[in-house]
């Protein structure tokens, strides 16, 4: 048997749609996952008292309160299992960039500023020094690796980049480098959402990149691309 009727929605829906349960004879629940997230979101909204009492109850047997113990577990379970939280973060950041770039600009107005300005001040010679000897021997390789510390210096670079995806960024940048041989014309390689924008700061993912000339990077600076777009089509 490969499908089942969900006994809420009625729905005839793959086996795969209802979530595991080890005690069923199929090893599934009867309510779909769609209704069991909905009927957990409503018990939820109704029961915020008995949640906050338990979550008390549990950071207090915990040792902390329950902002600590929450971001205590977090950590142990990112330690145990990095690999499952780069890729969960992987997933929500596709399906929630506009959600990423407001929350990580807010980060940094909070934080990240002054961490980065003492930061910068004990690194800048020595990222110059060695860019400027690594910079001919490979243009495309060492902008991306340039434009990958700036961002990790603004904190657009997030923890779940890992080998692939900064294989894939330093792409982009050896395409760019390419491009601007070949057609004699300069291209960047641009953030979508600017890694520091007036309302929201984009990642340095390559989801967040592309390849586009000089001309138009330059005109755009730190632009939503939303505005961008507007005075694109004046
Ligand atoms: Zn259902």
């Not at 729905?11 to 009927?39: H, I, M, Q, V, Y």
């Not at 990112?78 to 770039?101: L, S, T, V």
């Not at 110059?128 to 001919?136: D, Q």
């Not at 395409?175 to 014309?185: D, P, Y």
Request: with cysteine.
């Amino acid at each position: 048997m490969t499908e089942k009727t969900c006994t809420k929605c009625s729905g005839l829906k793959a086996l795969s749609d209802f979530p595991k349960r080890k005690s069923s004879a199929d090893g599934r629940r009867n309510e779909c996952t769609a209704c069991t997230r909905a009927s957990k979101l409503e018990w939820d909204s109704q029961n915020r008292d008995k949640i906050r009492t338990y979550h008390i109850r549990w950071s207090t047997r915990e040792g902390g309160n329950y902002k600590e113990v929450v971001r205590r577990a977090n950590k142990s379970s990112y330690q145990r299992n990095p690999e499952m939280h780069k890729e969960y973060y992987r997933i929500w950041y596709r399906n929630n960039k506009d959600k990423a770039a407001i929350a990580s600009k807010e980060w940094r107005e909070r934080i990240g500023r002054e961490y980065f300005r003492t930061k910068r001040a004990e690194n800048s010679e020595n990222i110059n020094a060695r860019n400027r000897l690594n910079y001919k021997a490979d243009p495309g390789k060492n902008q991306a690796k340039t434009r990958a510390y700036q961002a990790k210096k603004s904190q657009a670079l997030p923890l779940w980049v890992g080998d692939v995806e900064l294989d894939k960024i330093k792409e982009f940048y050896r395409i760019a480098a390419v491009l601007s041989k070949v057609t004699g014309m300069r291209y960047h390689v641009d953030h979508y959402y600017p890694l520091n924008g007036t309302t929201v700061s984009g990642l340095h993912v390559p989801e967040n990149l592309q390849i586009i000339p000089a001309a138009t990077n330059l005109s755009k600076r730190n632009k939503h691309p939303d505005d961008f777009e507007v005075l694109e089509n004046t």
